[in-house]
């Protein structure tokens, strides 16, 4: 079982970068895929990025492509979301997930863990 905590979220101008982390406890991190997701009010949750367990595969999905970068540190128990260029339609609950699966990181019921999230706002 893992915990998972995100951390980084806040209110930046559009065209701004944010660095959201994933901070997560317990001694099987390095066995879990950890994804990022993203809930705006009134819509479907959004897959963002994945790294697998050893960091040496990314998938990035098509809404933050070319914009973001997804890393890991495992000695850190912890997972980084970098976003640039932001837009305001980036504004939403930013959450991040773990999984076991080796496929399928891009929906939300392939993982089991979640985090609480952190809010992003990017303003026009």
């Known amino acids: 079982q893992v915990q998972l905590v995100e951390s980084g979220g806040g209110v930046v101008q559009a065209g701004g970068s944010l660095r959201l982390s994933c901070a997560a406890s317990?001694?099987?991190?390095?066995?879990?895929?950890i994804g990022w997701f993203r809930q705006a009010p009134g819509k479907e949750r959004e897959f963002v990025e994945a790294?697998?367990?050893?960091?040496?595969?990314?998938y990035t999905g098509d809404s933050v492509k070319g914009r973001s970068t997804i890393s890991r540190d495992n000695a850190k128990n912890t997972v980084y979301l970098q976003m640039n260029s932001l837009k305001p339609e980036d504004t939403a609950v930013y959450y991040c997930?773990?999984?076991?699966?080796?496929?399928?990181?891009?929906?939300?019921?392939?993982?089991?863990?979640w985090g609480q999230g952190t809010q992003v706002t990017v303003s026009s």
């Open positions: 997930a773990a999984t076991s699966r080796g496929t399928d990181w891009g929906i939300p019921s392939s993982y089991a863990y």
């Open positions: 790294i697998s367990q050893n960091g040496g595969r990314t």
């Open positions: 317990g001694r099987t991190f390095s066995s879990y895929t």
